[in-house]
C-alpha cells in the first residue's frame, strides 16, 4: 500500500510546473488530487497527462485562487466532492514582472493578490475542511531571502509567503 493512499490533495497552480509534478507525485503515492488553475484547457490536459500517468480519477477546479470568491468555490467543490483536505498545496503564483519603474498599481495588486492574498485566505478558508494532521505546504523561492535583481515585488512577495508559513505554523 502507498503511503498517501486515500488522502485528498489540493493542488493550486496544479496544470503546471512544479503543480503539475506535485499531483504527479502524490498520485503515484495514492493520494486523490483536485488541481486547480484558471485555463480550462491546460486543466484538461494537465488531467490527461496524470490520467495516463496512473488509473486515479483527477478533480479540475477551474477558478482564479487570487479571489476570495473563487477561493470559496474552490474548497466547496473539494469538499462536496471528498469531504475533507488532507494536503494543502498553495502554489499558484506568478513571476513575470514589468520593469520596476514601468510597474503600476494595477500590475501590483495581480502580484499581491496572486501570490500572498490566495496563500493566506487558501489556508483560512480550507482550515475547517482539513483533516486532522493535515499537511500544509506553501510554494517559496530563494528569491524570499536574496531577492532578484530587477524584481523587487515577486522577491518580497515570497519573503511574504515564507513568513506567513512561518508565522502560520506557530
Known amino acids: ?36 488553475g484558471r485555463d480550462r484547457d491546460r486543466l484538461d490536459d494537465a488531467a490527461a497527462t496524470l490520467a495516463t500517468a496512473s488509473d486515479a480519477d483527477v478533480l ?30 498553495a502554489n499558484a503564483g506568478m513571476s513575470d514582472c514589468p520593469e520596476v519603474m514601468d510597474t503600476d498599481e494595477a500590475f ?26 493535515a499537511s500544509v505546504i506553501f510554494t517559496g523561492s530563494v528569491a524570499h531571502g536574496k531577492g532578484r535583481p530587477g524584481d523587487p515585488l515577486y522577491s518580497a512577495t515570497k519573503a511574504a ?4 508559513g512561518r508565522t502560520l505554523a506557530k
Open 60 to 89: 479540475t477546479i477551474s477558478e482564479d485562487a487570487s479571489t476570495v470568491d473563487g477561493i470559496e468555490a474552490i474548497i466547496e467543490k473539494v469538499q462536496l466532492r471528498h469531504g475533507r483536505i488532507d494536503i494543502l498545496f
Open 161 to 164: 509567503v515564507r513568513s506567513l
Open 108 to 133: 501590483f495588486n495581480k502580484i499581491i493578490d496572486t501570490n500572498v492574498k490566495s496563500v493566506f485566505f487558501l489556508f483560512i478558508k480550507a482550515f475547517p475542511w482539513m483533516a486532522e494532521q
Open 1 to 36: 500500500m502507498s503511503r498517501l493512499t486515500n488522502k485528498i490533495a489540493l493542488i493550486t497552480g496544479g496544470s503546471s510546473g512544479i503543480g503539475l509534478a506535485t499531483a504527479r507525485l502524490l498520485m503515484s503515492e495514492g493520494a486523490k488530487v483536485a488541481i486547480v
